[in-house]
């Protein structure tokens, strides 16, 4: 059976070794769905599929196996699971919209996690809303905390929870936990002081150890929420490097942004010419220089006072000439 591989893989099937075979590329933002989707996930794999289903590093699902043939039935069938994971979708029963900007992907937040500094799947749910469906090349990842259990500094932007922590004195009692964990498990941004903790804000990254060792209650979370922003960061056979901080103690209104932003600086510097014409952020940045990334970036963005950008913004990593 011919068929147009590109057409094929915009509707979010998989080229694959065996011909005439194919793979059904479920996304599901910020790695979260509700368990009723499972059994339609299940009833697409062993009624067309192979019966069996690759978990993806970015968050979703691969049905395995696939005629080409049956194409137009498993879309049918993905429609309910569109609806219901908000996917933004031009034509019903068309299937998933694929993109070059791949899945937003999170940890779980602090919806479970106790050292989340925020909900990352609502966050992930609100800039899959902003940015889906796109053609340009985007890799996002969130993690609630300096964790970075997600592994978010290997993404064109990294969102890192983050939070000021609050100190009341009247309920401290002095027993050091706080200084203990900082020390032990965090940067040491807290130190005794006549027997109570001072905090170094300038060292401080936000993790919240201190908090979570605190047995009275003295220290406490903010209640708005902070973030620090990472960029560019990239895996790949060339020039792989970890994204790099940006800005810390950044606002969701502006990290949206600043994204948004993004998309119309690579619009403006692309080079088409290049492989597919999918030529990587950073390699943009690299070509333009940091100074005209940062003016497009931080265009009509208003920071939090607290906020910190850090400029210019240099990456490590392999180079291969």
Known sequence: MDINTKKLKKNAFRVTKVRGITAARIRVPGGFLNSKYLPAIQAIADQYGDGTIHLTTRQGFELMGIPFKDIPQVNKMLQDIIDGL??????HDQGYPAS????????IGNRVCPFGCYNT??????????VFPNDLHFKICLT?????????????????????PQFEANRCVSCGACVKACTKKSVGALKPVNYRPQKNHDKCIGCGECINACPTMAWTRSQK???KLTLLGRTGKKNPRLGED?????????IVKIILNTYDYVKEFIDLTSPGGKEHIGYIVDRTGFQVYKEWALKDVHLPAEAVVYSPVYWSGLHFN
């Not at 070059?100 to 940890?107: E, L, V």
């Not at 799947?121 to 902003?130: D, N, P, S, Y």
């Open 86 to 91: 908000g996917i933004n979708q031009e034509e």
């Open 100 to 107: 070059g900007t791949r899945n937003i992907s999170a940890c």
């Open 121 to 130: 799947t609502r966050f992930a749910k609100r800039l899959e809303k902003a």
């Open 144 to 164: 609630g905390c300096p964790n970075d259990c997600a592994k978010a500094r290997m993404n064109d932007f990294g969102i890192i929870g983050m939070t000021i």
């Open 225 to 227: 929420k902070y973030y």
């Open 246 to 254: 940006f800005i810390k103690w950044a606002d969701e209104e502006s």
